[in-house]
Structures are given as structure tokens and as C-alpha cells.
């Protein structure tokens, strides 16, 4: 990363920026609820070896970042780099030796993915980030009851991703590489001291004298909007790795209220339908209200909207010709 102290990124539900205390200082009190790879359909657990083999996927050899951003994503990075001395304050946020509790606390109780330890999950990884065009971060598994994935870059070192146990359990393969694929894509965006902010707001940092209280009456909301853009932008980089919209959309709906004993039981159209059907109802002036209450502080877009909006994108001129181009320049470099 290039300006920003660190990045840390959460594939979660929507946090409210002023979270309950939880006297835990583990970034995983910001989970997320899927459903699972190790089940048969009598919702029995399987062994967690799984197959990594796929059909040939378009690789996004010329791929830049504004390529695939939402462009609520690039209106609102812009309202912040108007913020006066924005990145100065993150750097202050997280010194050297707040990089190194964060950077300790992360790998000292993790596992370090690689060719030989989990070779699947490096797979994976390594497949995700060609396809993106970006150098592959490590990637570190942790263990831990709530699914949970997040990204830590801190300056100057290699980005890391870490992914909690439950995750790697609750998860099919295709939808657990959209989920890397997902922060790869904060990563590829160069998201940076903003997500920085905003993640450390969602975690409580606002309590904090001083700064805290400054950044949480000065700033707060006008990240959180940004963050939830954000959030849209690498939904977007997800399926660009996946390459079908419903592995991206059943992540989504399983965030919503995915039961293990009946995963085969979920229905992406069905979800797709709920999701049209919340935006008929918040469509009058009411609603709209409503809506804006419900979401102005949440740290990521409702499940619903993140789904219809991967929905409409991956129908979108602009996807198809990302496909296209992606697939002629592989042509011509296997010519």
C-alpha cells in the first residue's frame, strides 16, 4: 500500500458505527454467518478437504482498479481526499507500535497458508489474485467460532488476509474464494487509510479521547457512506474472480441468515426476489426515510442491496465487456 499506515478490511454483516462492548480486542466480534461445505444434505459434516479443480477462468491480465470501482465508491473516495490533512491523521491512528500489536496479535495464533500447509486454501488464493491482476498477500488461518475474514496492510510489509476456521467450514469452495476474492479487492483498489478509519471506528476507537470524539463528530458518517461504496466496489472484484453471480449472491443471502442443517435448502432467486421486493417497499417517501435511518450508520450495505446490486452489475454492459476484453487478450497471448 502506498500512503496508507495499514488497511484493515471486514467481510461482515453490517456493524453499526457504535458497537456493543464486547471487552474483546479480536477483530472477530464482526462476524459473519454462512452455511457449509462440510455438509451432506441430512446436514451431517463432512471432512474439510475439498476439491480446488475448475473450469478455466477469464484471467483480467490488463486489469486496473477503476476498471470495476462503483461510482459511489469514486464519489465519495473524492469527497475524502478533499478532507484536509486526512492521511496525516491516519498515520497518527496507527504508529509503529500499533502496527506491531496488530501485526503480532494476527500471526502469532494463526497459520501461515502456503504450497505446504493447506495447500487448497494457497490455491485458492494464488488462483484469485492472477485473476485480479494483483500479487497475492499472505494469507493466514485463524482459529475461531465466528466466520469472519479481514485484511491487514500495514506500510512498507507484505499485506496479509486472514481467514477465521468457521469460514473455511461454513463455506463452499467457489463462495470462499469470492470472499478472498473480496478482499483482494480492497487491496487492488488501494483502499487504505480510509477503510483504516472506518474499521477502527466500527471496532470503538470513537470512545477514544481527543481523536476518537473527533473523528467520530467530524467524520463518522461520511465514512461509513464511503465504506458501504466501498464494500459494493469489492463485491464486484468477488465476481469478477467467480465469474457467476449467484456464488457471490449466495454469500450475501447466507450472511443474511444462512442454516447450516438446511443449506441445500437456500434459493438465490428466492433471495434475488426479497431483495427486489425491499426496494419496491423503501421506493416512497417514507420508505426512503426509513431506509436512510436503517443504513445511514451501518459499516456495510444490507445484505439485500449488496445482492441486487451484484445482480444488476453482472448484467451490465460494462461486465460483459470486461469478459470480452479479458478473453480476447488471453487469446492472443496463448496465440
Not at 37 to 45: E, K, L, N, T, V
Request: charged fraction near 20%.
Amino acid at each position: 500500500m502506498a500512503s496508507a499506515s495499514a488497511t484493515l478490511s471486514f467481510l461482515t454483516l453490517p456493524q453499526r458505527s457504535r458497537p456493543r462492548s464486547s471487552g474483546s480486542r479480536n477483530p472477530s466480534v464482526l462476524g459473519l454467518s454462512s452455511v457449509s461445505i462440510g455438509s451432506d444434505p441430512a446436514g451431517r459434516r463432512r471432512g474439510l478437504r475439498f476439491s480446488v479443480c475448475r473450469a478455466a477462468a477469464v484471467v483480467f491480465r490488463d486489469l486496473d482498479a477503476d476498471d470495476f470501482r462503483h461510482p459511489l465508491d469514486k464519489q465519495n473516495t473524492l469527497i475524502l481526499r478533499a478532507v484536509p490533512g486526512l492521511n496525516d491523521l491516519g498515520r497518527a491512528l496507527l504508529g509503529s507500535a500499533t502496527e506491531q500489536v496488530m501485526l503480532l496479535e494476527n500471526i502469532g495464533t494463526s497459520v501461515l497458508v502456503s504450497k505446504n500447509q493447506l495447500s487448497d486454501l494457497h490455491q485458492l488464493m494464488v488462483e484469485a489474485a492472477q485473476i485480479l491482476n494483483i500479487e497475492a498477500p499472505d494469507l493466514y488461518v485463524r482459529q475461531s467460532p465466528v466466520p469472519n475474514a479481514y485484511t491487514l496492510a500495514i506500510g512498507g510489509k507484505k499485506p496479509f488476509v486472514v481467514v477465521h476456521t468457521s469460514l473455511v467450514e461454513l463455506l463452499t469452495r467457489k463462495e470462499l474464494q469470492a470472499v478472498l476474492a473480496h478482499e483482494l479487492g480492497h487491496l487492488k483498489c488501494d483502499h487504505g487509510v480510509w477503510l483504516t478509519f472506518a474499521n477502527i471506528l466500527t471496532l470503538g476507537a470513537y470512545s477514544v479521547p481527543g481523536l476518537g470524539g473527533f473523528i467520530a463528530q467530524s467524520l463518522e458518517e461520511q465514512l461509513f457512506r464511503w465504506l458501504r461504496a466501498a464494500e459494493l466496489t469489492c463485491d464486484r472484484a468477488a465476481l469478477l474472480v467467480a465469474q457467476d453471480p449467484k456464488v457471490v449472491i449466495s454469500v450475501l443471502m447466507k450472511l443474511a441468515g444462512g442454516i447450516p442443517s438446511l443449506a441445500d435448502q437456500l434459493n438465490v432467486d428466492a433471495f434475488l426476489e426479497q431483495a427486489r421486493s425491499y426496494e419496491k417497499a423503501s421506493s416512497s417517501p417514507v420508505g426512503w426515510y426509513i431506509r436512510n435511518a436503517q443504513t445511514r450508520q451501518l459499516s456495510h450495505p444490507l445484505p439485500v442491496l449488496r445482492a441486487r446490486e451484484i445482480d444488476e452489475w453482472s448484467r451490465s454492459q460494462d461486465y460483459q465487456t470486461l469478459l470480452r476484453r479479458a478473453a480476447q487478450i488471453n487469446s492472443l497471448q496463448k496465440v
